[in-house]
């Protein structure tokens, strides 16, 4: 009664190492990526360094933060380096993520999707201001299919974008850019039972 449950090393669980650091959105992706090597982990540090290791490594790649080696020894009382440790032995099993320029250029295209989507289901049908705009880089063929029917200059007249088309393509730039973030194993090791 009013006492706070102390869990063991043995008990400590992602998901509920997940909520008191406060990135609960990291569990599945750390669960994958502990599924995979934790037990190597957990023989070499301890599986509450494993189940940590995990949970920063699962943080960096989906972008939730960078879990500060001090928040380890406050929240779990568990040596830091043995988390760094555990999460690089990890690593070691994983394909790495894509460069941040790919995954930079993926959001950016992503972005624009979006953005063109949102101007479809308005009404609009040129998209958003072309001209000069940094959508136009982002994801030029998709900009151009936006505003193509208005160019006076073509003799064909394109019908604009379908809505459902659209967002059938953000849910494959939102696949691209998770599997651009994770690596190909770990994207696969999440997606297992789809």
């Known amino acids: ?16 190492a997940a909520r008191r650091l406060g990135v609960g959105p990291a569990a599945e992706v750390a669960r994958a990526a502990f599924d995979h090597a934790g037990e190597l ?12 290791g995990s949970l920063r490594l ?10 500060e080696r001090e928040r380890f020894a406050d929240a779990f009382d568990v040596d830091p380096d043995d988390v760094v440790a555990a999460e690089e032995l990890l690593t070691r099993y994983l ?7 790919e995954i930079r250029s993926l959001r950016r295209t992503l972005i624009a999707a979006r953005e063109v989507l949102a101007a479809v289901e308005r009404g609009r049908a040129a ?4 001209p000069g ?6 994801a ?32 494959r730039l939102e696949a691209d850019l998770e599997l651009a973030r994770l690596g190909t194993k770990l994207y696969l090791l999440v997606h297992d039972g789809d």
């Not at 394909?95 to 320029?101: K, M, N």
């Not at 705009?133 to 982002?138: E, P, Q, W």
């Open 1 to 16: 009664m009013g006492q706070r449950h102390l869990e063991t090393d043995a008990e400590l669980s992602i998901d509920c």
């Open 41 to 52: 982990a957990a023989l070499e540090y301890g599986r509450s360094a494993a189940v940590l």
């Open 58 to 67: 699962a943080a960096r790649r989906i972008d939730v933060g960078d879990l």
């Open 95 to 101: 394909s790495p993520p894509a460069d941040a320029a």
């Open 127 to 130: 998209g958003p201001e072309l």
């Open 133 to 138: 705009s940094h959508l136009a880089d982002a």
């Open 140 to 171: 030029p063929f998709l900009l151009a299919r936006a505003s193509s029917h208005l160019d006076a200059r073509t003799d064909r007249e394109f019908p604009g974008l379908d809505a459902a088309a659209l967002r059938a393509h953000i849910e």
